[in-house]
Protein backbone atom coordinates (compact mmCIF):
# COMPACT_ATOMS: atom_id res chain seq x y z
CA UNK A 1 0.00 0.00 0.00
CA UNK A 2 0.62 3.88 -0.73
CA UNK A 3 -0.18 7.07 1.16
CA UNK A 4 0.23 10.20 0.10
CA UNK A 5 -0.64 13.07 2.87
CA UNK A 6 -0.90 16.21 1.48
CA UNK A 7 -0.26 19.96 3.96
CA UNK A 8 -0.02 23.20 3.73
CA UNK A 9 -3.47 24.74 1.75
CA UNK A 10 -4.98 27.59 3.64
CA UNK A 11 -6.35 30.57 3.02
CA UNK A 12 -4.25 33.56 1.88
CA UNK A 13 -4.18 37.41 0.93
CA UNK A 14 -3.24 37.75 -2.50
CA UNK A 15 0.64 38.70 -2.47
CA UNK A 16 0.76 36.22 0.24
CA UNK A 17 2.62 32.92 0.10
CA UNK A 18 2.09 29.40 1.23
CA UNK A 19 3.94 26.27 0.94
CA UNK A 20 2.89 22.93 0.06
CA UNK A 21 3.98 19.36 1.09
CA UNK A 22 3.36 16.09 -0.23
CA UNK A 23 4.97 13.14 1.50
CA UNK A 24 4.97 9.67 0.17
CA UNK A 25 5.20 6.49 2.44
CA UNK A 26 4.39 2.50 2.21
CA UNK A 27 5.51 0.37 -0.23
CA UNK A 28 7.99 2.35 -2.36
CA UNK A 29 10.94 0.82 -4.55
CA UNK A 30 11.25 3.87 -6.17
CA UNK A 31 9.88 7.31 -7.77
CA UNK A 32 10.10 8.47 -11.37
CA UNK A 33 7.77 11.91 -11.14
CA UNK A 34 6.34 14.00 -8.58
CA UNK A 35 4.05 16.61 -9.16
CA UNK A 36 1.09 19.13 -8.32
CA UNK A 37 -2.01 19.54 -10.26
CA UNK A 38 -5.05 22.25 -9.27
CA UNK A 39 -8.96 22.13 -10.05
CA UNK A 40 -11.33 24.75 -9.98
CA UNK A 41 -14.73 23.71 -9.64
CA UNK A 42 -16.43 23.08 -13.19
CA UNK A 43 -13.77 22.72 -14.69
CA UNK A 44 -10.91 20.18 -15.68
CA UNK A 45 -7.47 19.36 -12.85
CA UNK A 46 -4.03 21.17 -14.41
CA UNK A 47 -0.98 20.39 -14.26
CA UNK A 48 0.84 22.64 -12.04
CA UNK A 49 4.33 21.62 -12.02
CA UNK A 50 6.38 18.85 -11.63
CA UNK A 51 9.64 17.08 -11.01
CA UNK A 52 11.15 14.13 -13.50
CA UNK A 53 14.81 13.01 -12.47
CA UNK A 54 16.17 16.25 -11.42
CA UNK A 55 14.21 18.56 -14.40
CA UNK A 56 11.13 20.27 -13.74
CA UNK A 57 8.63 21.90 -16.10
CA UNK A 58 5.56 23.99 -14.83
CA UNK A 59 2.50 26.32 -16.62
CA UNK A 60 3.72 29.45 -17.71
CA UNK A 61 0.93 31.66 -15.53
CA UNK A 62 2.95 30.30 -12.52
CA UNK A 63 6.37 30.79 -13.67
CA UNK A 64 8.84 32.96 -11.46
CA UNK A 65 6.14 32.69 -8.53
CA UNK A 66 6.03 28.84 -7.72
CA UNK A 67 8.93 26.39 -7.02
CA UNK A 68 8.98 22.89 -6.72
CA UNK A 69 11.46 20.44 -5.05
CA UNK A 70 11.96 17.38 -4.02
CA UNK A 71 13.13 15.29 -1.23
CA UNK A 72 14.35 11.99 -2.42
CA UNK A 73 15.74 10.55 0.99
CA UNK A 74 11.98 11.60 2.42
CA UNK A 75 9.78 10.76 -1.01
CA UNK A 76 8.60 14.40 -0.46
CA UNK A 77 7.49 16.89 -3.26
CA UNK A 78 7.43 20.58 -1.94
CA UNK A 79 5.43 23.22 -3.62
CA UNK A 80 6.17 27.17 -2.77
CA UNK A 81 4.04 28.83 -3.85
CA UNK A 82 4.86 32.99 -3.59
CA UNK A 83 2.65 36.21 -4.88
CA UNK A 84 -0.09 34.66 -4.76
CA UNK A 85 -2.95 35.51 -7.18
CA UNK A 86 -6.92 34.99 -6.78
CA UNK A 87 -6.50 32.54 -9.71
CA UNK A 88 -4.12 30.59 -7.89
CA UNK A 89 -7.44 29.60 -6.03
CA UNK A 90 -7.86 25.99 -6.25
CA UNK A 91 -8.00 22.22 -5.13
CA UNK A 92 -4.22 20.93 -5.46
CA UNK A 93 -3.43 17.50 -5.65
CA UNK A 94 0.02 15.91 -5.27
CA UNK A 95 0.55 13.31 -8.38
CA UNK A 96 3.32 11.13 -7.33
CA UNK A 97 4.71 7.94 -10.34
CA UNK A 98 6.37 4.80 -8.83
CA UNK A 99 6.98 1.68 -8.61
CA UNK A 100 6.36 -0.82 -5.70
CA UNK A 101 8.96 -3.48 -6.53
CA UNK A 102 12.05 -4.09 -9.35
CA UNK A 103 9.47 -5.89 -11.28
CA UNK A 104 6.40 -3.39 -11.55
CA UNK A 105 5.30 -1.29 -13.93
CA UNK A 106 5.04 2.60 -12.92
CA UNK A 107 1.83 3.80 -11.44
CA UNK A 108 0.13 6.81 -11.38
CA UNK A 109 -0.87 7.85 -6.98
CA UNK A 110 -2.91 10.63 -6.26
CA UNK A 111 -2.84 12.92 -2.97
CA UNK A 112 -6.34 13.65 -1.44
CA UNK A 113 -6.17 17.18 -2.18
CA UNK A 114 -5.65 20.50 -0.19
CA UNK A 115 -7.75 23.95 -0.64
CA UNK A 116 -5.62 27.13 -1.82
CA UNK A 117 -7.84 30.14 -1.55
CA UNK A 118 -6.50 33.43 -2.10
CA UNK A 119 -8.70 36.64 -1.45
CA UNK A 120 -8.38 39.68 0.59
Known amino acids: QVRLVESGGGLVQPGGSLRLSCAASGNIFSISTMGWYRRVPGEQRELVAR??????NMIESVKGRFTISRDSAKNTVYLQMNNLKSDDTAVYYC???????????????WGQGTQVTVSS
Open 51 to 56: ITDGST
Open 95 to 109: HIILRTDSRGASRPY
